[in-house]
């Protein structure tokens, strides 16, 4: 089966500007989530969508992080504007449901933010 | 609340050599325990999960790991280092309706 999908791969943007990723999971997961790993830290959720509505957004800056699930299928995160502190890779993974079905993980998006 | 600490953020082995990397988990409620292996530039791949059957569980590249409540541990091992095994190692922990969480890493380095 096709894996999850993310781009781009790399970005660098300056403090202040806007940027966005782009996920797609594997055909027929429910389930899509947003991790955001520092450099050195383990992954930490920022946003868990079930089909396209949100389940648990408690940890996403939402004064300057959005993001959205149309249709349930695609998912793009945005961060506007930008802080030097955001500067990580940006994880998108996808589950056939909110169980203990196991995660599968993109290959991430390297942000530089300047 | 739960969380995972992952002992030694960096571990060296010889080439051949027993691996060992230390987790242990802090849950309020019976906790389903995961290994993920993240190579350079890549995303997290599953290894292995324990779901309350057998307390020794079977991953994949001859992982495995062992979960002891009485200890709250879920050590991963493997007999015999390769050197293709170089990865980062998170170990993760979920509790009841929590959300997934990660520990901070081991980097693991195989010596020739």
Redesign the interface.
Same mark, same amino acid.
């Given at each position: 089966e096709a894996g999850?999908a993310q781009s781009p791969r790399y970005k660098i943007i300056e403090k202040r500007q806007s940027v966005a990723f782009w996920c797609n999971p594997i055909s027929g997961h429910a389930t899509l989530y947003w991790y955001q790993q520092i450099l050195?830290?383990?992954?930490?959720?920022l946003i868990?969508f079930q089909n396209n509505g949100v389940v648990?957004d408690s940890q996403l800056p939402k004064d300057r992080f959005s993001a959205e699930r149309l249709k349930g299928v695609d998912s793009t995160l945005k961060i506007q504007p930008a802080k030097l502190e955001d500067s990580a890779v940006y994880?998108c993974?996808s589950s056939l449901d909110r169980g +203990?079905s196991?995660?599968?993980?993109? +290959?991430?998006t390297?942000l530089t933010v300047t | 609340a739960q969380s995972v600490t992952q002992l030694g953020s960096h571990v060296s082995v010889s080439e051949g050599a027993l691996v060992l990397l230390r987790c242990n988990y802090s849950s309020s409620v019976p906790p389903y325990l995961f290994w993920y292996v993240q190579y350079p530039n890549q995303g997290l791949q599953l290894l292995l999960k324990y779901t309350s059957a057998a307390t020794l569980v079977k991953g994949i590249n001859g992982f495995e790991a062992e979960f002891k409540k009485s200890e709250t541990s879920f050590h991963l091992t493997k007999p015999s280092a390769h050197m293709s095994d170089a990865a980062e190692y998170f170990c993760a922990v979920r509790g009841g309706n929590e959300k997934l969480t990660f520990g901070t890493g081991t980097r693991l380095t195989i010596i020739p």
């Open positions: 999850v050195g830290q383990g992954p930490k959720l868990q648990d994880l993974a +203990n196991p995660l599968h993980f993109g +290959n991430g390297r | -």
